[in-house]
């Protein structure tokens, strides 16, 4: 059975860093792409980064290129989201994703297992 389990979100002031961590269990990590993902009160949720199985390919939503760093961890199955300088607009429940088909263009990758999310709030 698959895990994941977020740790890391925090309130914090605008400018801010934070570092979210996702614990991985139950699947065959070393092959599986990554991601996080977030979702603010009343909208969709939406993808903000995606490492690829071996770490060598990533994706970031535009909103967060250039701030956000995603990478993961094959040995200890884990994987980390450094956030820095954040915005309000940031605000938002974090989810770590598994995504049980991995495409090389990692945007296409399909996500199906999702941790409980871990809560950020940047106040202005």
């Known amino acids: 059975q698959v895990r994941l389990v977020e740790s890391g979100g925090d309130s914090v002031e605008d400018g801010a860093s934070l570092r979210l961590s996702c614990a991985a269990s139950?699947?065959?990590?070393?092959?599986?792409?990554m991601g996080w993902f977030r979702q603010r009160a009343g909208e969709e949720r939406e993808n903000v980064a995606i490492?690829?199985?071996?770490?060598?390919?990533?994706y970031y939503a535009d909103s967060v290129k250039g701030r956000f760093t995603i990478s993961r961890d094959n040995t200890n199955n884990t994987m980390t989201l450094q956030m820095n300088s954040l915005k309000p607009e940031d605000s938002a429940m974090y989810y770590c994703a598994a995504a049980s088909y991995c495409n090389a263009d990692v945007r296409r990758s399909v996500f199906e297992s999702w941790g409980q999310g871990t809560q950020v709030t940047v106040s202005s």
């Open positions: 139950g699947l065959p990590y070393r092959r599986t792409c």
């Open positions: 490492i690829s199985s071996g770490g060598a390919a990533t």
